[in-house]
């Protein structure tokens, strides 16, 4: 019996144009379980951030976020974090790149198995993965405990590579003619152990790793998207 051929994606910038991580400690925000000062300094690292201020400044934007939720863990109840990510996830789950849309789409017509390895909450997760047809996916876990969060917690986006290995062996996968998609430094892991790599919008570590390893670039851009494969010379690229 042969086995069954596999894609795998990113999720945050890959398939959803935005960050759902960031988007639940916004809404947490709102909800008054973060303090005021604490969103204060989020909401400035954001405009550092949008202003490109410098290089640095989307990764500082991040500490910053995941710093403010895993202080207001422990005043976290998971019965209204699990409400909030279900309202973020709904909000969010549409706002798709056409490109990844439809390659999972064909993927799927294909008979290719579909696995989401995404640094965000298996909570967030769990509401999107199935609408595109994933068969399996893993998300980042806070561990909880007689109805609290204990303040363990395993951050998927640190393993994806140890992930996929345990997914292939899971379902019996296949890497030969396998995809996978990313956009970031950290999916590189698993970008690494598939036929078919494609970094997609890539941030500047992945490109570099991508123009490297000669993988498929592709940059979608508004309504426009832009295939970029067999780079022979290096661009000009400007860090914004």
Known sequence: ????????FDIDGTLIRWQLYH?????LAKADHIPPATYDSIRKQRMAWKNRDHQESFKEYERVIVHAY???LP???????DALAEKIAHKYREQVYTYTRDLIKTL???GYFLLAISGSHKELIDHVAPM???DDWIGSTYHRDKGAFTGEKYIAAHYK????????KKHGLTTEESYGVGDSFSDSAFLELVDRPIAFNPN???LDIAMKHNWKIVLERKNVVYELANISTTPTVTIL
């Open 204 to 206: 500047r570590e992945l």
């Open 70 to 72: 895993e202080e207001a």
């Open 108 to 110: 799927k017509q294909d």
């Open 1 to 8: 019996m042969s086995q069954q051929k596999f894609a795998v």
């Open 23 to 27: 988007a639940i400690v916004d809404e």
């Open 75 to 81: 005043t976290l109840d998971p019965e209204t974090f």
């Open 161 to 168: 590579a140890e992930i996929l290995h345990d997914l292939i």
């Open 132 to 134: 595109y047809g994933f």
